[in-house]
């Protein structure tokens, strides 16, 4: 028996029988989803079946750290931030951290090694990418995932993937004609990459296509944007993720979510919606709704959290920790609230920061935030019948104006596009900026 199959074989004989219905469906999967021997209150842990790896089902997306002003007057991660909650997640139990070569302009992987090189190797799995989306050529490709492994101070990368696919055409030119999926497939045979996947955002045909070269590379793990809302109702060229998760789920592949909040719109729902999900879950927070529903199902081995600060870090851990899936009966009340999540008139924009940096300095996730918190929160003066319109005017201008620079605001979008192919969610970038423009000098103008 080789490596790998010895490997398969230890990861599916690890799953041992849960006591609910998705834990007994998770044990026939080949999945354990015990706190493996750590005792009620331990953090909810679900294992591989490709490599044997014990997986906290909550995993730290290193995407979303806080970014301070140097002395020089340049973006830098805040390392002690970082180090801070990179402790307290070790201590309760988290040990998959996600990164890239490009996350926060380029400096998510040296943050999260300066953080996880403190702790023993033991303790925590690196989940890094091939992000050559600029430059696919071989030579640059490779320097990336060699730089990767400097960084960690490692010649093992436990989960390693082909960044943000979207189907054939680009599976082709970024690592089937420079040769790097023959590289990675012989990384992995060597043992230097343990896990390899892709993750996704594109249309079904590309998703299909990508599933049909599964006998062929056999994926060990697939990152999907997966949430209660995403799940019968993606927007833009996304695949409903209840499709996603139930062609994976067929073939046995472990799914890695990102998105579970949805970039942070489902931790900040509507009005109408958070007082229903509060009412239903008294002291427990809306965001823990959406990391139950990730959890319930059994093919997922980890969902990752973007967790900027340490309230965030502490409900998530809580929620997982103490976990209980959800029963049908509430995953039919998570449909009923996704469809007047819908329904409201947001700009689907998770904050990923792909359409960043804006060549004309242009904020575009602040511009959407603003206009997505005032929606949420039922704050937007809409015309001046309404009784409250002067102050909304006035709470909306202010808040514009102090938290994006004016020459980043949307007046200063030329509609040059650049920004558009990079999102993810297909949003249609320049227009939204000038629909927000409008809005605000309409606001400024007294004109509404």
Not at 113 to 139: C, D, G, V, W
Not at 335 to 347: G, V, W
Not at 353 to 361: A, I, R
Request: glycine share 8%; with cysteine; proline share 4%.
């Amino acid at each position: 028996m080789d490596r790998r199959a010895f490997l398969k074989a230890a990861g599916a004989g690890a799953a041992t029988l849960g006591v609910s219905a998705c834990k007994e469906k998770a044990q026939s999967a080949g999945l354990n989803t015990n706190p493996a021997d750590q005792g009620p209150g331990a953090m909810e842990m679900r294992t591989n079946p490709n490599s044997g790896d014990v997986v906290s089902i909550l995993g730290y997306g290193c995407m979303r750290w806080k970014m301070k002003k140097d002395e020089s007057g340049h973006d830098v991660v805040d390392q002690d931030n970082v180090n801070e909650l990179v402790d307290y997640a070790i201590a309760h139990g988290v040990n998959y951290f996600d990164t890239s070569p490009v996350y926060l302009q380029g400096q998510s992987e040296a943050a999260a090694a300066k953080a996880l090189l403190r702790h023993p190797r033991e303790k925590y799995l690196i989940a890094t990418k091939m992000s050559n989306f600029q430059n696919a050529t071989r030579e640059a490709s490779l320097a990336m995932y060699r730089h990767s492994f400097e960084v960690f101070q490692t010649d093992v990368m436990d989960y390693y993937l082909l960044h943000s696919l979207s189907g054939e055409s680009e599976f082709k030119r970024r690592f089937l004609d420079n040769g790097m999926i023959d590289f990675l497939m012989a990384e992995r045979e060597a043992g230097h990459i343990r896990n390899l996947g892709f993750s996704f955002h594109g249309p079904v045909a590309g998703f299909d296509y990508m599933m049909s070269l599964h006998e062929k590379y056999h994926w060990d793990f697939v990152q999907i944007q997966m949430n209660y809302v995403d799940w019968h109702h993606a927007q833009g060229r996304n695949v409903n993720a209840n499709y996603l998760y139930d062609e994976l789920d067929k073939r046995g592949i472990p799914v890695v979510i990102m998105e579970p909040l949805l970039g942070g719109r489902l931790s900040s729902v509507p009005g109408p919606v958070a007082e229903q999900l509060k009412e239903r879950a008294p002291g427990k927070t809306v965001a823990s709704w959406a990391f139950r529903f990730c959890g319930t199902y059994p093919r997922v081995l980890t969902a990752l959290s973007g967790m900027t600060y340490m309230e965030h870090l502490t409900d998530n851990c809580d929620t997982f920790c103490h976990f209980q899936p959800l029963n049908q009966e509430e995953l039919d009340f998570l449909e009923q609230m996704a469809l007047l999540i819908r329904d409201f008139p947001l700009i689907n924009c998770t904050a990923c920061n792909y359409c960043m940096p804006c060549p004309y300095g242009i904020d575009i996730p602040g511009i959407f935030l603003i206009y997505n918190d005032a929606v949420n929160g039922g704050l937007v003066a809409e015309s001046a019948e309404q009784s409250d319109f002067k102050r909304l005017k006035r709470r909306y201008l202010a808040l514009y104006n102090k938290s994006v620079e004016t020459i980043r605001q949307a007046d200063h979008c030329i509609s040059c596009g650049q920004c558009q192919p990079h999102c993810p969610q297909n949003i249609r970038i320049p227009r939204e900026l000038a629909r927000i423009d409008a809005y605000v000098e309409k606001l400024k103008q007294g004109t509404l």
